[in-house]
């Protein structure tokens, strides 16, 4: 090992070296009232964190009016001094954003692509086009929207403020920590001087380098590879095709891997694999920079560098998501190499998870139980994510000797046969996962509800987003087809009675007995729903299923029961 | 996974396996088994099958 190979930073973060970066908004600091008054007070939530993670999180508390505490150590969006971060957002991540308000201006401002083309040396291995791909196309959100990671974060800091509930403090440190029963006391640098509070609940949403997982002894499976890549942010005189290109073995970077794909602002993201043992500091260099993309795009080509930053990754998953009063999600849960945008989009749909299992206990609807199913299923989801990236990083980083001949022989058998393409692994997209074993969801449920449409009863167009919107951080009880009047009255009662919002799926001709209908006339939201005839669909507020079942009977009860975390 | 004969004519593969490595460098044979494990596996598909058989491959009779 040489000394430039052990100064290598193991972080997922991109640090700043040279380029003109970008401009980041900036807000202001606030002294908070605990300052002025020296009153220690004790907050239901505190995030620490405004990444896109913990912003995910507060603007889902603030939709639903739930107050909470972010505490950001910077002033700004982006890791400071570094301003690019993740660019990929996929289906699901788009419609919480929908469901958070920021979709229109991240679409706005992103980009889409459909076409992927795969290369070995010269040659094209496959090529895929996700407009062909029908599992995506009945939501309102595309297959992904590729914009830097910054500007989906400013978004929703401004969402927020516009949204209230949450306060957002800027400069603020968390310097100590403390749990107690039932609560935990933090210690706030800022400014204007140290502070402390008091939190019910403590959300991490640091990032990699918290000082939580010390603070409470968080115990961890990790493991680092030797693996090393360079991102160069460029903008084209000349732009490129709208296309993924991914290289395995790109002849213009010594048959090392090259992934290039369009951000928003027209910037092209450009991601080198070095060698093992290459120096950060020279490969990052402007000229040195410049000599790759010659070598990739011809002598002659004009680019803007607007950005430039060396990485390596290492893979983590913790062994409990709760310690206590403290929660973690995002990179604090679980760091992943970036193949397949598993990092940014698992963090989103950590804090989809948990934000409406807080507003349910705060609100007095759900026992403080409810909680517990948040490492459930986002433990599972964690360690899937973790299990897939290491999956790819060995693909793209084989071992010399037999794990680089079983590559070849993939490589050169997927030019010339379909089959072997499943055996490329450059990244597999990040997926709504699956919770199999959680403990408020029944084996019928635990599957992500696309974002598919309908009509409302008015045969104006609705879509599941706007169901849920409607429930207010309720459960929803879909009931398809046809009810009999004693179900009918049961779904009323339990409309009163429960924290739930009971609705009837009607075909294009037939009538409603239910007070509250939609219609499904392509037969699309039964099918998000995973249900076929005659069925019930109980959906969370995170859109996913917690049970399905036939009969409107004393199966619901004890599955909405089960959903808010009353064991049986 | 079988481990009862299921060849249709097992010395003729055998043979087909040793002339098709013959003149080959020990890296072009790697090469070349690679790929036919490869190809032999999506002929089986099934995963269960798939690893009982590797684990099978990995036990050297004592």
Known sequence: MSAAYHDVAYTNGYEFTQGKGYELPEYPFVEPPELKTGEVRR?????????????TLACGLARLGIPAVLLDEDNTVGVKGASSRGICYTQKSLEI????????????????????????????????????????????QPPFINIQQFYIEGYLVERIYELGHVDLRWKSRVSGFKQHAGYATLTVDTPAGPYALEAQHVIDASGSHTPFHAWTGATMTSRRGDDRWCIADVRFKHRPPQERHTWIEAPFNGNRAVWQHLMGDEVWRI??????????????????????????????????????????YRSQCLDRLRIGSVF????????????????????????????????????????????????????????????????????????????????????????????????????????????THSGICDRSGGLSVQNVSFRWADHSAGCVNDL????????????????????????????????????????????????????????HLQGACHVFGHAWALVRPDAYIAATGESVDAGLIQAIERAIGIKE | MKTTPHFQDADTFYEQLLDAHTGLSR????????????????????????????QAARELPR
């Open chain 1, 271 to 312: 991601d080198y694999q070095m060698e093992p043992n290459a120096d950060p500091e020279h490969v990052s260099r402007e000229d040195v920079v410049r000599e790759r993309l010659r070598l990739q795009f011809g002598p002659d080509v004009q680019a803007e560098i607007v950005w430039v930053g060396p990485y390596a």
């Open chain 1, 43 to 55: 907050h239901p939530i505190v995030i620490i964190g405004a990444g896109i993670t913990g912003l």
């Open chain 1, 468 to 523: 849920i919107e409607w429930t207010g951080g309720q459960l929803l009880v879909l009931v398809f087809g046809d009810i009999s009047a004693a179900a009918a009255q049961r779904l009323r009662h339990l409309g009163s009675a429960a924290p739930v919002r009971c609705v009837q799926v009607v075909g294009p001709d037939t009538r409603p007995q239910a007070r509250e209908f939609v219609i499904d006339p392509q037969g």
């Open chain 1, 328 to 435: 973690f999600m995002g990179d604090t849960a679980k760091i992943v190499s970036p193949f397949g945008a598993r990092g940014g989009n698992t963090g989103v749909a950590d804090a989809d998870n948990l934000a409406w299992k807080l507003a349910a206990v705060l609100r007095g609807q759900a026992p403080a139980t409810l909680l517990d199913s948040y490492n459930d299923e986002r433990h599972e989801a964690a360690a899937q994510n973790v299990m897939v990236t290491n999956r790819t990083a060995r693909f793209l980083r084989p071992a010399e000797g037999m794990e680089r001949t079983f590559r070849s022989a993939a490589i050169s058998l997927a030019r010339q046969h379909p089959f072997a393409r499943a055996l490329i692994n450059t990244g597999r997209m990040a997926v709504a996962n699956s919770y």
């Open chain 1, 97 to 140: 954003f929908q469901r958070l308000g920021v979709y229109e201006r991240i679409a706005a401002k992103g980009i889409q692509w459909s076409v992927g083309r795969t290369f070995a040396g010269q040659d094209e291995v496959y090529s895929f086009d996700l407009r062909q791909n029908s599992s995506y196309s009945l939501s309102a």
């Open chain 2, 27 to 54: 890296e072009q044979s790697e090469l070349l088994n690679a790929r036919l494990i490869l190809l032999l596996a999506n002929q089986i598909g099934a995963k269960d099958v798939l690893a009982e058989c590797i």
